[in-house]
Nanobody, 124 residues
Framework: QLQASGGGLVQTGSSLRLSCVASGRIFSGYRMGWFRQAPGKEREFVAT????????AYADSVKGRFTISRDNAKNTVYLQMNSLKPEDTAVYFCARQIPGYSANFRYPGAYDSWGQGTQVTVSS
């Protein structure tokens, strides 16, 4: 089970840090990812991180502003979001990447065990 938190209502230019806590069996040994979904839009890739936290990848729209990290001792993956923009408004989801699907890391179908999501709203 994945539990995301940390969302909220902030102004343009603000920062938020999302957290996603997972049960040990879901988290250990898996790449993790963050996705987001705005109203009326498809779920889109935000960031992914390797098992050891060394390798990361980002959507172009968030590159340089967002940072994904993980603490394996705490079974937690984070998404630090800086310089937030109104277009970042969405429900943010964490998910576990299916082993063997690393080449498809941008696609929701490469992930399972989705969390319930946390709302991020950025006002202009």
């Amino acid at each position: 089970q994945l539990q995301a938190s940390g969302g909220g209502l902030v102004q343009t230019g603000s920062s938020l840090r999302l957290s996603c806590v997972a049960s040990g069996r879901i988290f250990s040994g898996y790449r993790m990812g963050w996705f987001r979904q705005a109203p009326g839009k498809e779920r889109e890739f935000v960031a992914t991180i390797s098992l050891d936290g060394v390798i990361t990848a980002y959507a172009d729209s968030v590159k340089g502003r967002f940072t994904i990290s993980r603490d394996n001792a705490k079974n937690t993956v984070y998404l630090q979001m800086n310089s937030l923009k109104p277009e970042d408004t969405a429900v943010y989801f964490c998910a576990r990447q299916i082993p063997g699907y690393s080449a498809n890391f941008r696609y929701p179908g490469a992930y399972d065990s989705w969390g319930q999501g946390t709302q991020v709203t950025v006002s202009s």
